[in-house]
């Protein structure tokens, strides 16, 4: 019967043993759990011969970025290179509207980025990824899997790298994961914060993903994030947030017609994000946020609630 304590020291020794003596390692740290915990062990297994890169791909939300900054600088030792590399990322999704296609993207950029900082360190030899089992299983890369959807890191990955993998989570569910981040002595903001997809903002834009789009999707998604924070279900609820549809209705301000667009807000909780229930949030509660995005926001004319499960629906939208 194995403790989280074994399980912790198995992994280390295994980065250990498949890395040189001199090899140091690149991890791509998004702010969220995965990379977090996975990093956290790589520290334990190299030391200092480990570098973060957080690149914003300016498919974040409303304050992330300089959130995530301070996070790491009280949790990390080893150093974290920022990179902005927005224009880049919204350059190459210009006039793309296939989720898949997107995704791919994002994976491929995301690497390019890795691969082009990994030139100006020394023996650079491993790029480290906090991949999880249940992306694996959604690539469609597990036996008997089918492709639901390439997520970023795993099917999204060109085909030619010139960096090894190291994947130090692979096997683990997300709520091994929290365990082992605990075990770690990870700070619970960390370890607890709600999973936000790596190709961020990008597949909550349906469709063409625009500036002006991800600017009304960052703000819908604030309101809808602070009033749940206010009222505590935050805390309470596995994932929650808000998407912006690729079409516009019809609504009425004053005596004028209105054509704009509505905002889906959707919250669930979840087993290891493999199956999913819509949190039944009191309609006081959805009222008043919805009240606050329609009057807060000149173009949103309308609000609606994802009622919808996994299966047949999934958490996100693409
Ligand atoms: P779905 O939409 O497949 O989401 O039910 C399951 C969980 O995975 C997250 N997700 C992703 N995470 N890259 C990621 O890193 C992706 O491409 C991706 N797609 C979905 C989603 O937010 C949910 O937590």
């Keep these: ?20 003596d001199d090899a140091n390692v690149l991890i791509g740290l998004s702010g969220g759990v995965d990379s977090s915990v996975a990093a956290a062990l790589i520290q334990e297994a190299v030391g200092d011969r480990l570098t973060g890169i ?23 030792e080893f150093p974290i290179k920022f990179i902005d590399a927005s224009q880049r990322f919204l350059g190459q999704l210009e006039g793309v509207s296939d989720p898949e296609e997107k995704r791919n993207i994002i994976g491929r950029e995301f690497i390019k980025v890795f691969e082009q900082e990994a030139e100006d360190l020394e023996n650079v030899t491993h790029l480290a990824q906090g991949t999880i089992y249940s992306d694996v299983i959604e690539s469609g890369l597990d036996q008997n899997a089918a492709l639901i959807k390439s997520h970023h890191n795993v099917g ?10 190291l994947e130090p989570l692979r096997e683990f569910f997300k709520d ?62 596995w994932q929650s947030f ?19 667009y509505p905002i889906i807000l959707r919250a ?8 999913a229930d819509w949190v ?28 919808s499960s996994k299966p047949p629906a999934t958490i996100e939208w693409e």
């Design 156 to 165: 999204g990955l060109p085909e030619r790298m010139e960096l090894n993998l």
């Design 242 to 260: 808000a998407v912006l549809p690729d079409m516009k209705s019809v609504g009425v301000m004053g005596d004028t017609r209105t054509y704009g």
């Design 176 to 237: 091994e994961v929290r365990r082992i981040g605990e075990e770690l002595g990870l700070p619970e903001d960390v370890v607890w914060r709600q999973p936000f997809p790596g190709p961020g903002l990008a597949i909550r834009v349906i469709g063409e993903v625009t500036r002006e789009k991800l600017a009304l999707l960052r703000k819908a998604d604030y309101i809808f994030r602070e009033e749940l924070q206010n009222s505590g279900i935050s805390d309470k609820v």
């Design 280 to 307: 039944k949030i009191p309609h006081e509660l959805l009222d008043k946020i919805a009240g606050r995005i329609v009057n807060e926001m000149e173009q949103i004319n309308r609000v609606v609630y994802d009622v």
């Design 1 to 20: 019967n194995w403790q989280i304590s074994d399980i912790v020291q198995d992994r280390v020794e295994q980065i250990k043993s498949v890395l040189d």
């Design 54 to 76: 957080f690149i914003d791909h300016g498919l974040l939300r409303q304050g992330e970025a300089e959130q995530v900054k301070k996070s790491f600088s009280q949790v990390f």
């Design 268 to 275: 669930v909780d979840s087993e290891e994000a493999m199956t």
